[in-house]
């Protein structure tokens, strides 16, 4: 079933949390992504105290980077939430952003190696079974974490680029695409995924309004960071992708950039529209095969962006 989330900002004021993810909830959103990022919240905390304060969101966690935590540990946790809140919980995991994961001393020389046996490894141990043998970097061998939940929660990938995909095809249960995830970037992963009816989750910069030309030049300072070098695989499959790289070297800044793309690059890039218009953007992912389409919110007052957004549910 083709999905809809929303994610619960990072920097949201912590007396707006659990408000924040009641109101998606009864706005009718499918799921709600908590974000782990450095500096912020832990995605496992957060998830617990949403999942506690909601009846039937599902609630996803993008991401947990593979070397901040003991594999173990970290399906000991899932498992956790997995038993108190049955079919509610889909797990993101990653390499974590490279300068953050050197920053903590967490930056493996293989990351691709470590990504590859967490992922085993968490796999294994959420369905019961005992951790299997020791790796490079993960040794969690004949580990049992106990009770095993009844549904067990699926584990997804959140990479970028071909090899880490298709490791997420080989190893877990789909791929979360973080933005931007247009319909050829979406295809094109689909295909590198090479698994039979996988779990693909996007995120994008979401703005709706009723003036859709209004509502994606409020969301352009939400693609400031795109043309940069790192997510080249974002952009590769787009049809103007040269013409992109081109006007992002062109331009003196960041801002300068993303306030002066055409707007039918944002349209492309972002969630970002009248209702109509923003649905249709939605259809087009899901058509390219995303099973959950995440907005991520892109005004400067989230909460009160929520029943805009809710507008395409």
């Known amino acids: 079933m083709?999905?809809?989330?929303?994610?619960?900002?990072r920097d949201l004021p912590a007396d707006q949390v659990l408000t924040y993810a009641?109101?998606?909830?009864?706005?009718?959103?499918?799921?709600?992504?908590?974000?782990e990022d450095l500096g912020f919240r832990g995605g496992v905390a957060q998830a617990g105290a949403v999942l506690a304060a909601t009846s039937r969101v599902v609630v996803g966690i993008g991401i947990m980077p593979a070397g901040a935590r003991n594999a173990a540990f970290a399906a000991m946790e899932l498992a956790t939430l997995a038993q108190l809140f049955p079919g509610r919980l889909i797990a993101g995991i990653g390499h974590g952003m490279p300068d953050w994961m050197r920053q903590v001393g967490a930056r493996p020389a293989s990351p691709l190696t470590l990504l590859r046996e967490h992922a085993v490894a968490v796999r294994t141990l959420l369905r019961g079974e005992p951790g299997p043998a020791a790796g490079r970097y993960v040794d969690v061998e004949g580990v049992v974490i106990g009770e095993r939940p009844h549904v067990v929660p699926p584990v997804v990938l959140g990479v970028r680029g071909p090899k880490s995909i298709a490791i997420a095809g080989q190893v877990a249960d789909g791929v979360l695409l973080a933005e931007p995830a247009a319909p050829p970037y979406i295809a094109d992963s689909v295909e590198r995924l090479a698994s039979a009816s996988p779990e693909v989750i996007t995120y994008d910069a979401a703005v709706v309004g009723d003036d859709g030309r209004?509502?994606?030049?409020?969301?352009?300072?939400?693609?400031?960071?795109?043309?940069?070098?790192?997510?080249?695989?974002?952009?590769?499959?787009?049809?103007?992708?040269?013409?992109?790289?081109?006007?992002?070297?062109?331009?003196?800044?960041?801002?300068?950039f993303a306030a002066t793309m055409p707007d039918e690059w944002v349209r492309e890039l972002s969630l970002a529209g009248t209702?109509?218009?923003?649905?249709?953007?939605?259809?087009?992912?899901?058509?390219?095969?995303?099973?959950?389409?995440?907005?991520?919110?892109?005004?400067?007052?989230?909460?009160?962006?929520?029943?805009?957004?809710?507008?395409v549910v």
Do not use: C, K
Request: cysteine-free; overall charge neutral; glycine content about 6%.
């Open 2 to 9: 083709a999905r809809i989330g929303v994610m619960l900002p």
């Open 214 to 256: 209004a509502a994606r030049d409020l969301v352009r300072p939400g693609l400031a960071w795109i043309g940069e070098p790192d997510w080249a695989p974002h952009l590769a499959a787009l049809p103007f992708a040269a013409d992109l790289a081109r006007h992002r070297q062109a331009s003196p800044s960041r801002e300068e």
């Open 275 to 311: 209702p109509d218009e923003t649905r249709a953007r939605i259809a087009a992912r899901h058509a390219a095969g995303a099973t959950s389409v995440v907005m991520v919110p892109a005004e400067p007052d989230p909460l009160g962006a929520l029943p805009r957004l809710a507008q």
């Open 22 to 35: 009641r109101s998606a909830e009864r706005l009718g959103f499918d799921e709600l992504w908590v974000v």
